[in-house]
C-alpha cells in the first residue's frame, strides 16, 4: 500500500513539474522555411533594400516561384519592400540545408530585375559555393542572366 500511495505522488508531482516547465514556452519547433510572409534580410548595396533595413521594415515574401512553394537557396521570390513589388534571389536560409549547404542565421536576399540583373553593386555576406551550379542552370533554362549575382559577390562559402 505504500508502494501505490508513493507512486501516486510521484505522478502528481511530475505533471506539476511538467506543467510549471512548459508555461509560457513554445514547445514546437521554429519553421524556418521560406514561404509567403516570410521575413528576409536584403545584403546587397540597392538603395531600396538599405532603406527599408534602416527603417526596420525588411521585405516579406509575396510568392515563391516553383512548385512547392517553399523557398530554397538559389530559388527566385517576389517580396514586398517599401510598397513595391521587387524580385529576389534567396543567397542564404536558416532552414537546416542540404549536404555541403552551410546554415545561415538570417534569410537573406539579393534583388534583380526582370532580366536577372542585380540592383545593388555589391553584395555584403558571403554566399554557398554551391549557388555557383545552382544559379548556371538557372541562367541557360530561364534566359535570365544570373551570373552577374555571382560577378557582384565578393566572398563564397
Known amino acids: 500500500?505504500?508502494?501505490?500511495?508513493?507512486?501516486?505522488?510521484?505522478?502528481?508531482?511530475?505533471?506539476?513539474?511538467i506543467q510549471n516547465t512548459t508555461h509560457g514556452i513554445h514547445t514546437t519547433a521554429a519553421c524556418n522555411?521560406?514561404?509567403?510572409?516570410?521575413?528576409?534580410?536584403?545584403?546587397?548595396n540597392s538603395e531600396i533594400g538599405k532603406r527599408a533595413m534602416a527603417e526596420g521594415r525588411p521585405p516579406r515574401v509575396i510568392h515563391v516561384y516553383n512548385k512547392k512553394a517553399i523557398g530554397y537557396v538559389g530559388d527566385k521570390v517576389l517580396v514586398a519592400i517599401k510598397g513595391e513589388k521587387k524580385r529576389g534571389i534567396l543567397v542564404g536560409l536558416?532552414?537546416?540545408?542540404?549536404?555541403?549547404?552551410?546554415?545561415?542565421?538570417?534569410?537573406?536576399?539579393?534583388l534583380i530585375d526582370d532580366d536577372g540583373t542585380p540592383l545593388g553593386t555589391r553584395i555584403h555576406v558571403p554566399i554557398p559555393t554551391v549557388l555557383r551550379t545552382i544559379l548556371k542552370e538557372k541562367t541557360q533554362a530561364k534566359g535570365a542572366d544570373y551570373t552577374k549575382l555571382l560577378a557582384i559577390s565578393t566572398r563564397f562559402l
Open 1 to 17: 500500500m505504500a508502494l501505490q500511495y508513493t507512486g501516486t505522488i510521484l505522478s502528481t508531482l511530475r505533471h506539476q513539474i
Open 33 to 44: 522555411i521560406i514561404r509567403k510572409l516570410a521575413r528576409l534580410r536584403v545584403v546587397d
Open 94 to 110: 536558416k532552414a537546416l540545408q542540404k549536404t555541403k549547404v552551410p546554415k545561415f542565421d538570417t534569410n537573406n536576399v539579393v
